[in-house]
């Protein structure tokens, strides 16, 4: 294959995905991207192409992987999931059962559940915070400890950016002794042989794609005081984002490394009632405590409606399912999973778009399941 070429899997019946994914790299729109999808636990699609490097020296190979932002939160979600499964973590207890340190300032009552859904009142940190503070997990979740909430928990969503990974991630360790990018490491991504990092190991480094930023930088979503607050405090870098220091860090919201198809493989857990690669990781009933309804409205922080279940967004009129969840990451990544259709989709490059509306995954996800007679 030429350097650049769209290699990788798929399956006849998704013929026009690939045409797709290959006309947004004819068309500049992607310089390097992975697109796979799952259907009933099988990969059907599986595919990948361009360039690792804005300068289009490396080209994008089967085990590129790159930082893929809040898609990372997806990827927490499961493990907290996984934890409730088992009965190790109760998503309705206060938080504090947990971490004793968090009830300070009168937050006694908040629930893991509403660290899950954005509806906490902890959407970005009150003290002064730098990026490199963000690689410090003790520093980070002390504040957060000691914070008093923005609102009332569990009365409005606001998106919790930066702080939803500390968040939950503390709860984790709290309760298993270990951080989550080793619970992860060990219960999910080892055993389904899955390339997804929360803390990358230095061993991995030179298979990561560079970030190209948006000329225009991130979306703007107004000016209220915890708007502020969350975009600037702290506003990492996208030159930040690609160092060494951010991928070694373990930033459970924001600073996954994988590739397309490490998230779809995870994913299938939950799209197959719990079982991936013939092995059973968590019941039916916990897969669809993800779809639990915790809050709805117009996002304080994002300035757009949403609803969020159990650590997902639940879907919307753009899928055709009811029973989809979904969330993606600054720049474009997007992760979807359709419980209805037991199907997984997943989107990650190295372009980042600078606007919400960004079609490139959702896109692909639409042609897919229009192969699948869905739409």
């Known amino acids: 294959m030429a350097d650049g070429a769209v290699e990788g899997l798929t399956h006849d019946r998704y013929a026009a995905v690939r045409e797709v994914f290959e006309a947004n790299l004819a068309s500049g ?5 992975s697109f796979c999808a799952t259907v009933e636990g099988e990969t059907v699609v599986d595919v990948w192409g361009g360039w690792a490097d804005p300068t289009r020296t490396r080209p994008w190979t089967r085990d590129t992987i790159v930082n893929v932002y809040s898609t990372t939160k997806t990827v ?22 947990y971490w004793p340190e968090f009830a ?39 504040l957060l400890a000691a914070q008093a909430t923005e609102w009332e928990p569990g009365t409005a969503c606001g ?17 298993t002794g270990r951080s989550i990018g080793t619970v992860l490491r060990d219960e999910v991504a080892e055993p389904l042989g899955a390339d997804f990092h929360i803390g990358l190991p230095a061993s ?6 560079e970030l190209v930023a948006p000329p225009a930088g991130p979306p703007q979503f107004g000016a209220t005081d915890l708007q502020v607050m969350v975009a600037g405090n702290p506003a990492p870098e996208v030159a930040q984002v690609n160092s060494r220091a951010w991928r070694r860090a373990e ?9 397309a198809r490490s ?6 857990i939950l799209a197959n009632r719990g079982v991936a690669q013939g092995r059973r990781f968590m019941s039916e009933a916990g897969c669809r405590r993800a779809l639990d309804l915790q809050i709805a409205g117009r996002d304080l922080i994002l300035d757009m409606p949403l609803r969020f279940g159990m650590g997902f967004a639940l879907g919307d009129r753009l899928m055709p399912h009811p029973h989809t969840l979904y969330w993606g990451g600054y720049g474009g990544s997007l992760a979807i999973i359709d419980l209805d259709a037991r199907t997984t989709f997943c989107y990650v490059m190295n372009k980042m778009s600078g606007t919400v509306a960004d079609l490139r ?15």
Not at 84 to 96: Q, S
Not at 159 to 172: R, S
Not at 263 to 268: D, G, K, L, P
């Open 159 to 175: 998106y919790h950016g930066l702080t939803q990974g500390y968040l939950v991630g503390e709860v984790v360790r709290r309760i």
């Open 361 to 375: 995954g959702i896109g692909l996800a639409m042609v897919a399941w229009d192969a699948m007679g869905i739409l």
């Open 29 to 33: 729109q992607d310089v390097g991207a």
């Open 204 to 209: 991995e480094e030179t298979r990561v794609a």
């Open 104 to 142: 300070a300032n009168g937050k006694q009552r908040v629930k893991v559940s509403h660290l899950m859904s954005h509806s906490a009142g902890l959407p970005g940190w009150r003290q002064p915070m730098r990026t490199e503070d963000l690689y410090d997990w003790e520093k980070a979740t002390t």
């Open 251 to 259: 930033i459970p919201a924001a600073g996954g490394t994988g590739n």
């Open 76 to 97: 927490t979600a499961l493990i907290a999931l996984l934890l409730a499964d088992r009965g190790e973590l109760d998503l309705d207890a206060p938080v504090a059962r």
């Open 263 to 268: 998230v779809a493989q995870m994913h299938a």
